[in-house]
């Protein structure tokens, strides 16, 4: 089955400094990647995705990078805020997979006023 | 307007008791399942369901037993509840049971289970 490895699992910023969560999952037939944010007391919600047929996705101040080759992704966060601190998940599936999402262990992020 | 709710939040009970968490959606969506995560904050799914029907069910002790009555309603009930129970349990749904882009999961906001 497909095994996904989050690192770091802790990562304290300044406020407004970049931030970077990495991924690397095993099943070379996954093709769908996306990335949930946990704040405190709250579910998972999605942030952003990315599909296999695209190398880079950008949605304000995150974008996700995909290396199919090397078999993995990442979470980019620039100009942090306060509110950006949450735990992250990344996620692996393929289409058709009745078992959906595999995640990875989660990144605590604190950003530091 | 919830998409996903879940009751209780809090359920503190002594081992050995027999609970429910119960959860409903109202996206319309055709799949629900239950996550639990863990106090490393481990997410790892237990059952899923596709229009009232078992389509995963993990490698879960048998003393767990999710109900389905109709295909917004997914409840969970565990009986002879141990120590290890512990843990954040996640009800969520999805618009169909196929991984992959555009079947977006969404979480509930967790059922924080504490047995002493």
């Known amino acids: 089955g497909e095994n996904v490895e989050q690192h770091p699992s802790t990562l304290s910023v300044q406020e407004g400094d970049s931030a970077v969560i990495k991924c690397t999952y095993s099943?070379?037939?996954?093709?769908?990647f996306p990335w949930y944010k946990q704040e405190l007391g709250k579910g998972p919600q999605l942030i952003i995705d990315i599909r296999s047929n695209v190398g880079e996705k950008k949605d304000q101040r995150i974008a996700v990078t995909l290396n199919k080759t090397a078999k993995h992704f990442s979470l980019h966060i620039t100009e942090t805020q306060p509110e950006d601190s949450a735990v992250y998940f990344c996620?692996?599936?393929?289409?058709?997979?009745?078992?959906?999402?595999?995640f990875g262990s989660g990144t605590q992020l604190t950003v530091l006023p | 307007d919830t998409a996903v709710s879940q009751t209780p939040k809090y359920l503190v009970t002594q081992m050995g008791n027999d609970k429910s968490i119960k959860c409903e959606q109202n996206?319309?969506?055709?799949?629900m399942y239950w996550y639990k995560q863990d106090s490393k904050k481990f997410l790892k799914i237990m059952f899923s369901y596709n229009n009232k029907e078992l389509i995963i069910n993990e490698t879960v002790p048998n003393r767990f037993s999710p109900k389905s009555p109709d295909k917004a309603h997914l409840n969970l009930h565990i009986n002879s509840l141990e120590l290890g129970d512990s843990a954040v349990y996640f009800c969520?749904?999805?618009?169909?049971?196929?991984?992959?882009?555009?079947?977006?999961?969404?979480f509930g906001e967790g059922s924080w289970l504490t047995v002493v």
């Open positions: 969520a749904s999805s618009p169909h049971r196929d991984g992959g882009f555009g079947n977006t999961i969404y």
């Open positions: 996620a692996a599936s393929k289409v058709g997979s009745a078992r959906q999402l595999t």
């Open positions: 099943d070379s037939a996954s093709n769908y």
């Open positions: 996206l319309g969506h055709d799949t």
